[in-house]
């Protein structure tokens, strides 16, 4: 699957292991690589959906059309499914692009910082 990323700050932490360790500590950033690198390595979000401690869930209300995956908890990996033609979000076999949008703990809010 080919990721994007909203900007060049979460995309280094997302590439780069020593620097999402240095910015989240060690235990989330190996996670947040890991979590990557299974996006990378899917060939559709349908692939994501059966990695169990993924937890692959649609977001809802001022988030809805984004995804987001667990990190450590009450952290998440939020994307945005980039879709083609008559896609819908939904459509999970069908995203083969997603863009990185940030690691976030939104829980209690529903607004982006």
Known sequence: MEVRFKNNK?????EDPRRAQKDYGLRMGVLLTQRVGELIAATSL???KYILSA???ELEGTRANEYSVDLVHPYRLVFTPI???DVKVNELQSIHIVRIEEVTDYHGKQKRR
């Open 10 to 14: 979460i995309k280094k932490q997302c």
């Open 46 to 48: 349908l692939d994501i």
């Open 55 to 57: 937890r692959l869930h």
């Open 83 to 85: 879709t083609e033609g």
